[in-house]
């Protein structure tokens, strides 16, 4: 990636805080690069960020404005656009993980040419895609799998990789989607991947690995969302996870979007993904149940997760509140070799 | 479409049946339309039409070149890009249902500007395509799965269309791959899709319907094909199938192109795609097998169907060998109302 930070993060003017998914990730994972977030008037949310105008970030020093909102179908408003071109006029270049292409908007092509700014489509999908071959391939992987969109994979993968990697354990995040990959610094949008494409992408994203270490892969959508279940199923074939950790948000009513879909319980979510996964790697198990109990209060939170725990016998933890120590812990067990190996050339 | 009949079909110079199967459908289901076939010097097969040259097919009146073959990936050999340069130079048009882009191929673009002649994508999808919403739509649908890719879902789909319409029931073959979208003269190419749109695809494909009649959605992949699962069960979601009908080759060794993977039973096929579709259809039942027993001898097709509908519970023919009849008595056992109220008002 060739994106330059600091960045100036777009917030608008939703007040839909997983709108926001993608300015929030980076704030959490990336705090040293995001110097502000750009709140539109009316807006109601933000991070916690100072607030700067495009001009004000500038000078500040940002370099890119980063489109950090997710939306249905994910099209740029008039609003959006207008917004854009302030910022390259203010001299930024911008980055966005949208599906409607900023290259595609001629006024923003404009804006960019007569300000020397680039502009930068994080959902762009290398042409060197394979289909995939499901063939067995060495080293460890795991995957993180949802009941729903949205509800913390791609944060418990982040946190998987932080406290593993203190434990000495050689791991390393792969990103597929635009957050993670303006995290990450590389990765594949799989949701922009050509249906033919989703299991051999992952493949190539995460390719055999001889050290011993383990990739941890960013899940997206779930095999129950009938939207995405689609880009779930190819995702899980191609990863061939040894192991998968069920992330949850206990307080969603209904699957995200579909007020007419319930959401499974774990315990289908978690048998689903075990058969479905079986059949690139017969030997894919559960070790851990990360729950998203931001809406909670702090006993609550706790008594959910041991009540969880005793339920599905997994180690259940949030893993903003509380860490992932446990689930690593449950990957010891299962995986101890390999992880030891990795202490011992750490 | 706007793809000018009559064709020359492209053999080209495989050895491989199943890689000309685009040229074979249209043989069969658009016989006044192929009036000659192109096979290169050392090719093995034939559809049995006459074999010509470009300037012969031109001069019969073909206006045409089908690229009628499939290859995993999808590529434009530098053989075939002479041999579609020769046809535009000899006043043919092109069309091609391959992932690489005739319009890609600055040769081809050449070609085809200096003879005035047309090159035809046919796996270009719409801009238009939504996410899917799951939500239940008027119309009974009948979607064709398998328990591989290249079983015969195009053909069992195209021939309860012929069979249905015979019996003076509405009802309307869906396109969802090259060969079917040239038959049909629409549809969706569902395996160039992004996949994010693939059950969103399949719901404009095939949208709600008052007039009591069928869809009849061509079924692509397998859900235990490894390079293709996730392309199956978003097709699945969208299609939300009233009827499915299995299709299988008996005498497939292992999955297409993946001799590490052996093929699922037609009991863990059926009850996985029932399982998968009741997300956005509870009520989804099985009724039919669909068997190509091509390289069988009649007797031993006959017993294997017999055998087979014991074990099943289910209807089990040959549609190419024995007809459809069994299963559409089937669906008017099992949706008879429906199927009632269209022989009334045929």
Partial sequence: MMIKAPYLLYLGSTADPMAIKTSRGIAMFRPEDAIGEFVREGGALSLGLPQMGFAEAAAAGAR???????????????????????????????????HSRLRDEPRLVAAAKRNGRRLFDVRDVGSDLRVGNGLP???????????????????TTLHLERAMRARGIAADFRATGQTG????????????????????AI??????????????????????????????????????????????????????????????????????????????????IAVGIALNTSSLEREEALA??????????????????????EIIDRMEECFGESLQSNLRSA
Same sequence: chains 1, 2.
């Fill in 203 to 284: 493949e190539q994203l995460s390719p055999a690995r001889e050290d011993g270490g383990w990739d941890l892969i960013e899940g997206q959508g779930s095999l129950f969302h009938p939207s995405f279940a689609g880009v779930s199923t190819g995702l899980l074939h191609g990863a061939q996870p040894d192991a998968i950790v069920i992330c949850h948000d206990p307080t969603r009513p209904h699957m995200r979007g579909l007020p007419h879909y319930p959401l499974p319980s774990l315990a289908d979510t978690i048998e689903a993904n075990l058969r479905v996964g079986r059949l690139t790697n017969p030997d894919v």
């Fill in 64 to 98: 890119t404005l980063i489109l950090g909102i997710a939306n249905a179908g994910g099209t740029l408003s008039d609003e959006l656009i207008d917004d854009c071109e302030a910022a390259l006029d203010a001299n930024l270049d911008i980055a966005s993980g949208l």
């Fill in 181 to 200: 990959i303006l995290i990450a610094g590389s990765g594949v949008p799989l949701d922009a991947v050509i249906a033919d494409f989703i299991s051999g």
């Fill in 304 to 325: 959910l997760c041991r009540r969880t725990a005793e339920e599905t016998g997994l180690p259940a933890t949030d893993p903003v509140a509380f860490g992932v120590e």
């Fill in 137 to 155: 391939r060495a080293g460890r992987r795991m995957l993180t799998v949802g009941t729903d969109c949205s509800v913390g994979k791609m944060v």
